[in-house]
Structure formats: structure tokens, C-alpha cells
């Protein structure tokens, strides 16, 4: 089954403690997106990647560092978490041919820093 | 710098009553590709529609049509005979043509009551 796959789906952590949020795709896409989701502000980009050791700054990449080692996986790097980053966070991927295919999306992973 | 406005926050509609929903956006891109995504009371992300910048055609699906305008720089998406399963938070989105960067409306959230 195409999937786009996150862990965990739910995290709660105290500020200051490095975590990691995986995300795996099996399409064999070339564009892997974060996204955080917070109310009233709909989702917002944090990074992405054209592939394989190509990432590149969304709209708010302060605070997250992301890797592309492996075409299949895109974590999300949280390198002391606070406060302002409990959200829901979305890992999305795609493929790049003509720039209009529709992005897959995984199920979320809620993060709560305490 | 590119933008998506979806001023209609909350819509509610009875049950089988048309509903639009509004998108503008603004973009120096001249080619371009705008998305609509549902997100159900269950979190998931699905797609619904893309639209390219060179292609005004209107489209339907089912109950559900789509009108592009680049005079007025807008996407809206109409329910026609809306039902209870469509209740859900619904985001515009738009990515420019020369960059891979993803833009997202604050989204509508949507409640048809029976």
C-alpha cells in the first residue's frame, strides 16, 4: 500500500530534549515536505527536499533541521524543543515531474513540549 | 513572496443546502499550480483537486466543482446538495512554479448539520 509512514504519532517531552520525528515514504517520490499545523494558522512549511542531499528553508524553519540521506526517509530534527513547538506535524512527499502532483501526507504526529 | 487568503473561517450549512468555498491567492509566478486538500474530523489530509495556471477550465466531480479565475486571482470550490460527510476543515494551497516551496490557506472548517 503507498504510504507516507510518521513516528511517533504522539510525543510528550520537556524543553531541551532532542528528539527525532521519522518519516518514510515507499512511492519512490522525490519531494518530501514538513508541515506544522497550528489553529488559526493553518499548515505552515518547514522544510523540504527535492531529493537526496537537496533540502531547503520553508516559511518557518527556525528550531528544526532535517537530513535526506535516503530517498525514502525525511526526519524532522528537533534540537532543543520548547514550548513553541508543540503543534501537529505533518511529513508529506511527492513526485517532482511537472510540479503539480498532489502531495501524500502521513497521519501526523502531535508533539506537546512541556 | 507568495500567499493564500481563505477569509471564510467557519461556514455551517444545512444538510443538502450548496456551500462555496472561497480561495485568493497572490503570486509573481506565472505558472503556477493550486491544490485543494480536505482534512475530516479525523486529522488525515486527502487531496482533492490541482488546478494549473495555464488551464482556467472549470471542473466538476460528483457534487463537487471547482472555479478558477486568474482575473481575481481565486480558486473556490462548491458543494452542490451539501451532506453530513462533508463536514471537515478544507485548505486551499499554491505552489509557484519556479520554487518548490508549498503555501497553504488558514483553511475553512466546514459543518453540515443534518
Known amino acids: 500500500e503507498a504510504q507516507v509512514t510518521q513516528n511517533p504519532r504522539y510525543l510528550i517531552t520537556v524543553t531541551g530534549k532532542k528528539l527525532t520525528v521519522t518519516c518514510s515514504q515507499n512511492m519512490n517520490h522525490e519531494y518530501m515536505s514538513w508541515y506544522r499545523q497550528d489553529p488559526g494558522l493553518g499548515l505552515r512549511q518547514i522544510y523540504y527536499?527535492?531529493?537526496?542531499?537537496?533540502?531547503d528553508k520553508g516559511d518557518v524553519p527556525e528550531g528544526y533541521k532535517v537530513s535526506r540521506k535516503e530517498k525514502r526517509n525525511f526526519p524532522l530534527i528537533l534540537e532543543s524543543p520548547s514550548p513553541n513547538q508543540t503543534s501537529l506535524y505533518f511529513c508529506a512527499s511527492s513526485l517532482v515531474g511537472g510540479l503539480n502532483q498532489p502531495q501524500h501526507f502521513g497521519d501526523g504526529t502531535r508533539l506537546s513540549i512541556l | 513572496a507568495q500567499k493564500v487568503t481563505q477569509a471564510q473561517t467557519e461556514i455551517s450549512v444545512v444538510e443538502k443546502e450548496d456551500v462555496t468555498l472561497d480561495c485568493v491567492y497572490e503570486t509573481r509566478d506565472t505558472t503556477y499550480y493550486l491544490f485543494w486538500y480536505k482534512q475530516p474530523p479525523s486529522g488525515e489530509l486527502v487531496f482533492l483537486i490541482r488546478r494549473n495556471s495555464f488551464d482556467e477550465q472549470n471542473e466538476i466531480s460528483g457534487r463537487y466543482s471547482w472555479n478558477f479565475q486568474k482575473s481575481t486571482s481565486s480558486f473556490n470550490f462548491t458543494i452542490t446538495a451539501s451532506q453530513v460527510v462533508d463536514s471537515a476543515v478544507y485548505f486551499c494551497?499554491?505552489?509557484?512554479?519556479?520554487?518548490?516551496?508549498?503555501?497553504f490557506g488558514t483553511g475553512t472548517k466546514l459543518q453540515v448539520i443534518p
Open positions: 494551497a499554491l505552489k509557484g512554479g519556479g520554487y518548490q516551496k508549498v503555501t
Open positions: 527536499s527535492m531529493n537526496v542531499e537537496v533540502t
